[in-house]
Structures are given as C-alpha cells and as structure tokens.
C-alpha cells in the first residue's frame, strides 16, 4: 500500500455551481475530436437499428485447461454453461433501472449473443486488423497479459464522425466505439470457473468467471476502473474462489453491481424518463494553501493547474453508510475555452433522489493507485493538435478539510 509522502498539503473542498464540464460522476473513457476541443465521453450508438453485436469464441483453452464448468469439458452443456455466464453478465448491466437499455427495450437495441469458433477471433494487437466485430475470447494469446492481468478489453473509439473500422458502421460522433474485444488469459498462470463450478472440488482456485466477465463487459460500455472497493469496476479481482455482489436473478439481475456501477451507467446511457435518478453534486476540490501548486507548470496555452487533480470525490448515504457513487476529479472543460482546464472541478451526477448526501475527497493511497485510472485520465490530454495539453500529475499530497462555499 503506497503511504502519504513526507509534504502534506491540505484540501479544501468548495461547494459551487459551475457552467462547464467537470470531471463528470464515476470515470468514463474519452476522445479528444480530431478537430479538437473538449475530450467527448466514449459510448455506444445505440439504437434499434443499429443493435449491438455480440458474440464469444467457443474455442476453450484445453492444454493447460484455464477454464472450469460443471459440465464435461468438449460437450454443447459445456458451451451453454460458459454462455450463460456471459449472458448473465451483460443482463447485470441491462438490469439496472433509469438506463436507455430499459427506455427501450434493450432486445431491440442488443443482438443475441453468437458464437464463432475461431481461436483468433478478437481483435489482435495491431489495430490495423481491427476487425469491427465484438467478441469475447478464452484461447487468444496477447502482448496485453502482463503480469498480474487475469483479463482485459480493448476498445476502439472514432475521432470523428464517418470513421469506420472493419464490419463496424461508420460514426456518428466523435468518442462513438466502435469495436469491443475481450480476452482472458490462457497461459495456464490463472484458472476461471463458471458460476456452477466454483463451488466444486475442481473448481478450488479458479477466479469467478462471472464477476470477471461483468467488470470486462463495464469496460465494453466504455467505463474505467473505480476507486470504490465494493464496486464491481475496482481494478482487482476477488480471491479465488469469490465473487462480488449477489449472483443475477430474474427479480435482480444487476445483482453483481455496486450503487457506484448503476450510477456509472445511468450516467453514460440515462434514460430521458428517469424521474428517479437525476440528482447531482459539483464543486471543485482546492487547496487550502494556494502556495501548495506554486511551481506546477502550464499544461498549454491558457491551461494550469489551480485545483487538486486526481483526487477521488465519494458521495455517501449519510443515513446508511453506503457509498452511492464516486468520481476522480479535477478538471473541467468548456466550449468558450476547449481546452482542459485542471482546476478541480468535479460532477456526480444521476443519484437518487430522497436521500441525504455526505461527501468526502481522498487521495489514491490505497490499494487503487493513480496507475490503475491511466488510460482514462490520459485521454485527456490524447491529442496532437494545436489544443494538446500535458497531463499534470496525480495530487496524492493532501489531507482533507472541508468548507462550505456560495453557489
């Protein structure tokens, strides 16, 4: 566990109204426009007409054997024990109330789940064979299995409108993905087993498939990692042999989710009829020394660092404890001035309404570290234009204090 460095500086946490767009609730990956400006938050089109394809390899790892069911290895019970498992995880995201995958019934706007039998059917590390298709594989060898990674997704966004990339149709926006792949590792150093198996004698080891595959499919969605340690986007695994959550049911399939998961996806995909989930809180996060970012350096013409950035805002149930959402903060961006602004504004949005609200900052200390939000904080500044900024480093140097501010 990384500890707090010898300087200590302190944060205020100032309450305000604010015009532009902060670092909005939970952490989305982005696309900086190919004609540049404000980074635009990655997503699906989705729409009835334009229904998102889904498919998995049924080629399955056997030597070594990576991956562990309850029914016999090579048999069709095998294949539709693994595809309940995907199917359930994606019905956990599906599941979850005040999302466009509920404003219209998600049957139309999500293409049944297929099956191909080739091993290599993700999308492989050159993009140039980026193949549009949007798969899940468990016998795919790739240079993205550092150590310690049991799983990841890979996936690739527009820059404009009109781009398009393999069998995927072209874009309608800038920051529009347009192609997902999952791959699970098969080199024998992890085992996973199906929900049916875990529990078993030879399922003793395995990570949960199921829990693996939800959190990998939240990146399909375009969400990041989350700093929260209940929610199922924290960057680890559970232990082998665990899982997350509660398993889906037909009364709940988003019973894997965490509060701070549906807030996530509510965010992303809202559901313009929601009633329920439309509240939010802004602010910035400052420093109580406004020496503490003497010597931080312009990010780019016009831009610097004037908030704490990278820290994570927690907005909590004060009547039950429960955390309901979060964000990494400490940027914002607006249309008079497109560029990224580090400045330390923050926005959770889509919280239920009829409910009391505590909020706290901390600093990324603990077992989620700065490293672990790379890609989602980097995109930010991902741009060669005139407008690029330069990405300041994550602000883990603070204690927390807290005032209050005018609107």
């Not at 946490?13 to 604010?18: D, E, G, H, N, Q």
């Not at 015009?19 to 989305?28: D, E, H, R």
Request: some cysteine; glycine content about 10%.
């Amino acid at each position: 566990m990384k500890r707090v460095m010898a300087l200590i500086t302190s944060a205020t946490f100032l309450f305000s109204m604010i015009a532009v767009m902060p670092a909005s609730g939970y952490l989305i990956q982005s696309t900086i426009p190919q004609t540049g400006g404000c980074p635009q938050l990655d997503r699906w089109n989705l729409s009835t007409s334009t229904p998102l394809n889904r498919r998995w390899s049924i080629s399955l790892p056997a030597n070594p054997s990576t991956l562990v069911t309850a029914a016999s290895a090579g048999t069709n019970a095998q294949l539709s024990e693994v595809e309940q498992a995907i199917s359930d995880s994606f019905g956990a995201w599906f599941g979850v109330t005040g999302t466009t995958f509920n404003a219209v019934s998600y049957t139309g706007m999500i293409a049944p789940l297929g099956r191909v039998s080739a091993a290599n059917s993700c999308s492989n590390d050159q993009e140039s064979n980026v193949d549009g298709l949007n798969t899940i594989c468990f016998n795919q060898p790739s240079m993205g299995f550092s150590t310690g990674v049991l799983a990841f997704t890979r996936i690739i966004t527009a820059n404009a409108a009109g781009v398009s990339v393999g069998s995927a149709p072209p874009s309608s926006f800038a920051g529009q993905i347009l192609d997902a792949d999952t791959l699970f590792r098969n080199d024998g150093q992890a085992t996973f087993a199906t929900p049916a198996a875990l529990g078993t004698s030879q399922g003793a080891g395995a990570y949960d498939l199921e829990s693996l595959l939800a959190h990998e499919i939240g990146h399909w969605f375009a969400l990041d990692h989350s700093a929260v340690w209940r929610a199922l986007m924290f960057p680890f695994a559970p232990p082998p042999g665990q899982f997350l959550g509660d398993r889906p049911t037909a009364q709940a399939p988003d019973g894997p989710l965490a509060d701070d998961d549906r807030a996530a996806i509510r965010f992303l995909y809202p559901d313009p009829n929601d009633s329920t989930n439309i509240g939010s809180i802004r602010g910035r996060v400052l420093p109580a020394n406004n020496f503490a970012l003497a010597g931080m350096p312009a990010t780019s013409a016009g831009a610097f660092v004037t908030g704490l950035f990278g820290a994570q805002v927690v907005a909590v149930d004060s009547d039950t404890g429960s955390v309901i959402a979060a964000t990494i903060g400490g940027w914002s961006c607006s249309p008079s001035n497109p560029v990224v602004q580090f400045d330390g504004s923050f926005d959770i949005e889509r919280l239920p309404l009829g409910r009391n609200y505590a909020i706290y900052v901390e600093p990324l200390v603990g077992l989620a570290v700065p490293d672990d939000f790379g890609i989602a904080l980097g995109d930010l500044c991902s741009s060669d234009g005139a407008d690029a900024c330069t990405l300041p480093p994550v602000n883990t140097n603070f204690n927390p204090q807290f005032r209050t501010g005018s609107p």
